[in-house]
């Protein structure tokens, strides 16, 4: 008898061994491809809005981006009527970003219909889908605008003063209007309010007294990017205002300085007398104005039709004490230590005097804010806004509707105030103006009231 060897049946126990290493490692490997880049299945990523406005004269500018490389795109452009093909783009060996400069073509398509469909199909070099690739379809619709917004003003102010205030009324219409505001020299941006009809708009500008020059110009930008600018022509009128030097005490700095200071206890620890006064009067009225100027920046949006207002007059029988504009430097021990502008008007008759509202508004603030002590702030509408500072007492809080002449408050020292008085500050959009005009009948009857009730006139006879 022949003895059967045990080596065959061996043999055949690491051939199907290896055979499933095989079978394993196929799959593996087939698994690995099929996750690297060259099967991935996301599809390009094309950046089109569903809606364009465009003017045509800049071309339109649309990313596309693709992980693994974009292999090729395809461009449909229809007015409706006719369907045209824009030159269909290969890439090799394939690009991961692409933006694509739409324009107009020269020739096929009617522009005068007004409005356009973009249809973009782009597609990958991934071997997904028996290696034909991953594919974006992605429409969007054109709105051609190729007209400016019209733009003119009506109506203003004949002059401004330094420091002080104007109001213009001006039209701008466009039927697809985005942006409108002033754009002045100094960087600030007003917003203006719809004004009696539609198309038409009112606007106070304030030119800040520490401003040389006063520039202003209309912007109107519509949503095809088509801008007009009109200049707001007023007259003028330098103003010059005082400049004081005044020495610092140390019974001052030891006094209502310090007592501020302790307002920012880390911020003062160690700081000289000097650095202390210096604090206060530059760092912290810095941080205190900035509150105001925050709140004092809005302007309603609601259609204005009136703007009517009593000349202010918050404290009866006042004398003023200081007024506004003054450039004060500080001078300790024969050194000017820090300076600061008075951006109001100092009011004071008697001890804790009733402050009256003069006009309706709303209040908009009624807190502590630093050197303005108690503080209050009411909105009047058209982007202007009152201020009273150093109050004993705040009679009325954030939100509440004031009603012309009702007492809002009592005058008194708290913040950087010496004796009892009150600060009276008018403010523009969040720039401090001279509150003599706002407190002058005439003043406003020319540059307001006037200009309110001849604007609607002139709205009026237009049809
Ligand atoms: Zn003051």
Not at 420 to 448: C, Y
Request: glycine share 6%.
């Amino acid at each position: 008898m022949t003895q059967r060897s045990p080596r065959p049946k061996r043999k055949g126990y690491i051939r199907a061994l290896l055979l499933i290493l095989f079978v394993w490692g196929l799959i593996s490997g087939i698994r690995s491809l099929l996750h690297s880049p060259y099967f991935e299945k996301k599809p390009p990523t094309i950046h089109l809005p569903q809606e364009i406005y465009w003017n045509l004269k800049s071309p339109l500018k649309i990313p596309i981006e693709d992980a693994s490389g974009l292999k090729s795109l395809e461009v449909h452009l229809s007015d409706g009527s006719k369907e045209l093909e824009i030159s269909p783009k290969h890439f090799h060996p394939g690009i991961k970003n692409y933006t694509l400069d739409l324009t107009f073509p020269k020739l096929g398509l009617n522009k005068e219909v007004g409005l356009l469909k973009l249809t973009l199909k782009a597609t990958d070099k991934s071997h997904w889908n028996f290696f034909t690739g991953n594919s974006a379809k992605r429409q969007a619709i054109i709105h051609i605008d190729e007209k400016k917004p019209e733009l003119f003003p009506l109506i203003s102010s004949y002059g401004i003063r330094k420091g002080g205030a104007a109001l213009a009324i001006f039209k701008a219409k466009d039927e697809n209007l985005k942006d409108l505001y002033i754009q002045t020299n100094f960087g600030k941006r007003f917003k203006p309010v719809p004004f009696h009809k539609k198309g038409y708009y009112a606007v106070l500008v304030a030119w800040p007294m520490t401003q040389k020059h006063f520039f202003a110009k209309i912007v109107a930008t519509d949503k095809a990017g088509n801008e007009s600018v009109s200049r707001l022509s007023f007259f003028l009128k330098n103003k010059k205002y005082r400049t004081s030097t005044i020495e610092a005490k140390d019974r001052f700095i030891n006094g209502k300085i310090s007592d501020l200071a302790e307002d920012r206890p880390k911020q003062t620890a160690n700081l000289t007398p000097a650095q202390k006064l210096d604090f206060v009067n530059a760092t912290y009225r810095k941080e205190n104005n900035s509150v105001i100027r925050k709140i004092t920046s809005k302007v309603d949006q609601n259609l204005l039709n009136d703007f009517k207002l009593d000349p202010f007059y918050p404290l009866k029988n006042a004398k003023v004490v200081a007024s506004f504009g003054d450039h004060r430097f500080y001078k300790y021990h024969g050194k000017i230590i820090s300076e600061a502008y008075h951006l109001g008007l100092d009011l004071a008759s008697t001890r804790q005097a009733d402050i009256l509202s003069s006009n309706k508004g709303v209040v908009v603030f009624a807190n502590y804010n630093g050197i303005y002590g108690n503080n209050l702030i009411i909105y009047h509408g058209l982007g202007l806004y009152s201020l009273y500072g150093h109050c004993s007492t705040l009679l009325v809080q954030e939100g509440d509707i004031v009603r012309p002449w009702q007492v809002v408050a009592k005058s008194g020292a708290t913040g950087l105030a010496l004796g009892d008085h009150l600060h009276f500050s008018i403010l523009i959009q969040g720039i401090f103006v001279r509150p003599a005009e706002w407190m002058d009948s005439k003043w406003m009857q020319t540059n307001i009231t006037d200009v309110i009730e001849n604007a609607k006139k002139m709205i009026d006879r237009t049809r």
